[in-house]
């Protein structure tokens, strides 16, 4: 019943700037750390951000000054945004929850469905 919901992405200029949203809904009793992946073609799906539930982040080293994941826990979703967008970010984007549907039961990861971030002149 729980399901994440991503939105944001499309075709940008190199130096632009997107953001990516992600909402989670359904059964929730609480959601613990959220974040970002990407994956390219012919590539691993490589962490881009995350965020734990007191705030504390951790980005790639390769986004680093130019990505801020954030979350707003009152409307279950997280975002990504992104400026000084490059070519090499080009990748399909997902979001990531750990949630726990219920007090008595662990965290389990939830994915988004994915959405495509194409960086090109």
């Known amino acids: 019943q729980v399901q994440l919901v991503e939105s944001g992405g499309g075709l940008v200029q190199p130096g632009g700037s997107l953001t990516l949203s992600c909402a989670a809904s359904?059964?929730?009793?609480?959601?613990?750390?959220m974040g970002w992946y990407r994956q390219a073609p012919g590539k691993e799906r490589e962490l881009v951000a995350h965020?734990?539930?007191?705030?504390?982040?951790n980005y790639a080293d390769s986004v680093k000054g130019r990505f801020t994941i954030s979350r707003d826990n009152a409307k279950n979703t997280v975002y990504l945004q992104m400026n000084s967008l490059k070519p090499e970010d080009t990748a399909v984007y997902y979001c990531?929850?750990?949630?726990?549907?219920?007090?008595?039961?662990?965290?389990?990861?939830?994915w988004g469905q994915g959405t495509q971030v194409t960086v090109s002149s």
């Open positions: 359904g059964s929730i009793f609480s959601i613990n750390a």
């Open positions: 990531n929850m750990l949630i726990r549907r219920s007090w008595n039961q662990p965290g389990y990861d939830y």
């Open positions: 965020v734990t539930s007191g705030g504390n982040t």
